[in-house]
C-alpha cells in the first residue's frame, strides 16, 4: 500500500513554456500533499502543501503565480510550472500523507528547461 | 528556527556491521519521527517511523527514540552494499500540521 505515482517522470522543455506535473496517490486518499524541490546533492526544499479543495499554502520565497498547484481530488494534485526558464531546472518530488503525518514520495519529475 | 540535524558523513562502515545514524531536533513538542532511504537520483522512501520512546525493530531496522535528549537513531543490522544511500531523518513539529521537518541527510557507504 501508500502508492503515490508522479507524471511524468522527465520533461526537457523550452524557456518561457509552462510543464504541469501530476501526482496521484494511488491506493489510498490524501487530503494533504506536498511538493518538494531538490537540487542535486542538496537536501528537499518544501515549495507548498496542497489541500483538497483549497488553495495551497506556499513556503517563503517560493512564487505561488510561477509554481500553481491544483488538488482537486482527493488523489490528485498537479503543479504547474509556469513560464519556465533554466533555473527551474530541478528534481520535482510530490509526497502524499495517508494518516498521521506519514508521508509517502511519488518517484520525482525531472524538470529540464533549454 | 526548527531544526533537525544529522552528520553529513559520508559513514562508511564493512559490509555486515551495524551502521548506526544519528539525528537531534531542537523542538521539543515534536511527536512524530520518520527515517527516509534516498538513493541517488531518486525520491525518498520511508522505511521506518517512531512515535513513542524506545526501540522499535522492523527486520534489519531498528528506530530509537529518546524524547528527552531530542535524539534519534536508526540502526542498520547486517549492511549490506545495497544500504549505501543517504537516510533523511525527518520531524513533525508541533502546530506544523502535516508538514515534515527534514535533516540534510547522512550518507551511507557499505564498503565489501
Known amino acids: 500500500g501508500a502508492v503515490v505515482s508522479q507524471h511524468p517522470s522527465w520533461v526537457i522543455c523550452k524557456s518561457g513554456t509552462s510543464v504541469k506535473i501530476e501526482c496521484r496517490s494511488l491506493?489510498?486518499?490524501?487530503?494533504?500533499m506536498f511538493w518538494y524541490r531538490q537540487f542535486p546533492k542538496q537536501s528537499l526544499m518544501l515549495m507548498a502543501t496542497?489541500?483538497?479543495?483549497?488553495?495551497?499554502?506556499?513556503e517563503q520565497g517560493v512564487e505561488k503565480d510561477k509554481f500553481l498547484i491544483n488538488h482537486a481530488s482527493l488523489t490528485l494534485s498537479t503543479l504547474t510550472v509556469t513560464s519556465a526558464h533554466p533555473e527551474d531546472s530541478s528534481f520535482y518530488i510530490c509526497s502524499a500523507v495517508q494518516r498521521s503525518y506519514e508521508q509517502y514520495f511519488g518517484p520525482g519529475t525531472r524538470l529540464t528547461v533549454t | 528556527q526548527k531544526e533537525v540535524e544529522q552528520n553529513s558523513g559520508p559513514l562508511s562502515v564493512p559490509e555486515g556491521a551495524i551502521a548506526s545514524l544519528n539525528c537531534t531536533y531542537s523542538d521539543r513538542g515534536s511527536q512524530s519521527f520518520f527515517w527516509y532511504r534516498q538513493y541517488s537520483g531518486k525520491s525518498p522512501e520511508l522505511i521506518m517511523f517512531i512515535y513513542s520512546n524506545g526501540d522499535k525493530e522492523d527486520g534489519r531496522f531498528t528506530a530509537q527514540l529518546n524524547k528527552a535528549s531530542q535524539y534519534v537513531s536508526l540502526l542498520i543490522r547486517d549492511s549490506q552494499p545495497s544500504d549505501s544511500a543517504t537516510y533523511l531523518c525527518a520531524v513533525n513539529n508541533m502546530g506544523g500540521g502535516n508538514k515534515l521537518t527534514f535533516g540534510t541527510g547522512t550518507q551511507l557507504k557499505v564498503e565489501l
Open positions: 496542497s489541500n483538497e479543495g483549497s488553495k495551497a499554502t506556499y
Open positions: 491506493d489510498f486518499q490524501a487530503t494533504t
